[in-house]
């Protein structure tokens, strides 16, 4: 990641684990997983991003409905807001709306 944040140009998309293709069995679970658990699980991977790229180049994503066969929608974005917690207002922003505003030109 650290060798690809050098190429200002990209941005990351940070989701899409909760879809059948993620590698997790969280479709296949009869409990399905907590956001508690889904933050802890997924802070390293998303941290890392975010460590490299800022706030500024990375947004957080959702594939639902494809994601509805792990876990419902709050489920899926809970635990990006755990995540971000201990983040600025500005760093939340960005990742929640702003990056996804400035990159897509909505």
Same mark, same amino acid.
């Given at each position: 990641?650290?060798?690809? !944040?050098?190429? @200002? ?12 293709? +993620?590698? $997790?069995?969280?479709? *296949? #679970? *009869?409990?399905?997983?907590? +956001?508690?658990?889904?933050? %802890?699980?997924? #802070?390293? /991977?998303? %941290?890392? &991003?975010?460590?490299?790229?800022? !706030? %500024?180049? &990375?947004?957080?994503? +959702? ?6 066969? !792990?876990?419902? /929608?709050?489920?899926?974005?809970? @635990? $990006?807001?755990?995540?971000?917690? +201990? /983040?600025?207002?500005? %760093? #939340?922003?960005?990742?929640? $709306?702003?990056?996804?505003? #400035?990159? $897509?030109?909505?």
């Amino acid at each position: 990641m650290a060798s690809l !944040a050098e190429f @200002p140009n990209i941005v990351v998309k940070l989701g899409g684990v909760g879809s059948v293709r +993620s590698g $997790y069995d969280w479709h *296949q #679970r *009869q409990i399905k997983a907590s +956001s508690a658990e889904l933050a %802890e699980i997924l #802070r390293p /991977y998303f %941290e890392v &991003c975010i460590d490299n790229f800022s !706030a %500024e180049r &990375c947004l957080f994503e +959702s594939n639902f409905p494809v994601e509805k066969a !792990a876990n419902s /929608y709050v489920i899926l974005w809970n @635990p $990006y807001k755990r995540i971000t917690k +201990s /983040y600025s207002v500005s %760093e #939340r922003a960005a990742l929640f $709306y702003g990056t996804a505003a #400035r990159v $897509y030109r909505i």
